[in-house]
């Protein structure tokens, strides 16, 4: 039955977002188990091709209800073409309402997909290869019930 949500949802997910034309770059990746351990930092590359456009960056989660917080702290790592880091800063996605408990972003059932902004109105100074680096900062390790996560580059709507 999970199996058959989960596809279900990917499918929508892939329909809404093929629609899309300010995305440039969309990943995410499962984790195994349902588990993300602190050694498993997905990296996600991205290509830059027009230097004066403005872009946001998302962070994209699949969490499961029994998930113990109602937060996620997780740090990026942002490195250009030439392989110098731009930026690396801590972020808190709220996953759920911190007073209500109810959860964030879209879902049924027990499996909820958030997409959070973390960077925005970001000005990539050369064309070329980026690489986003994700790591979680939670004190447990392997941090469970986190399913997916990912990135998302778009042009920023605002800068029309």
């Known amino acids: 039955m999970h199996k058959l949500v989960r596809m279900w949802a990917a499918a929508l997910v892939l329909l809404l977002s093929a629609c899309d034309p300010a995305r440039v770059y969309e990943q995410n990746i499962d984790l ?9 930092a997905p990296v996600f590359e991205f290509e830059v091709k ?3 456009q403005v872009y946001d960056v998302y962070f994209n989660v699949r969490y499961n209800l029994k998930y113990d917080y109602y937060n996620l702290y997780l740090r990026h790592q942002l490195i250009g073409p030439d392989s110098a ?3 690396t800063k ?14 964030l972003g879209n879902g049924s059932s027990d499996i909820y997909d958030l997409q959070a902004l973390a960077l925005d109105n ?6 070329g290869t980026y690489r986003l680096k994700l790591t979680q900062y939670m004190r447990r390790d392997p941090l469970p019930n ?3 996560v990912g990135v998302r580059v778009a042009t920023d709507a605002d800068d029309k």
């Open 32 to 40: 195994p188990q349902g588990n993300w351990q602190i050694d498993n």
């Open 50 to 52: 027009d230097t004066t």
């Open 85 to 87: 880091e731009i930026s």
């Open 90 to 103: 801590l972020h808190e996605v709220l996953l759920m309402d911190s007073k209500t408990g109810k959860p």
């Open 122 to 127: 970001v000005r990539f100074g050369k064309q």
């Open 146 to 148: 986190i399913l997916a």
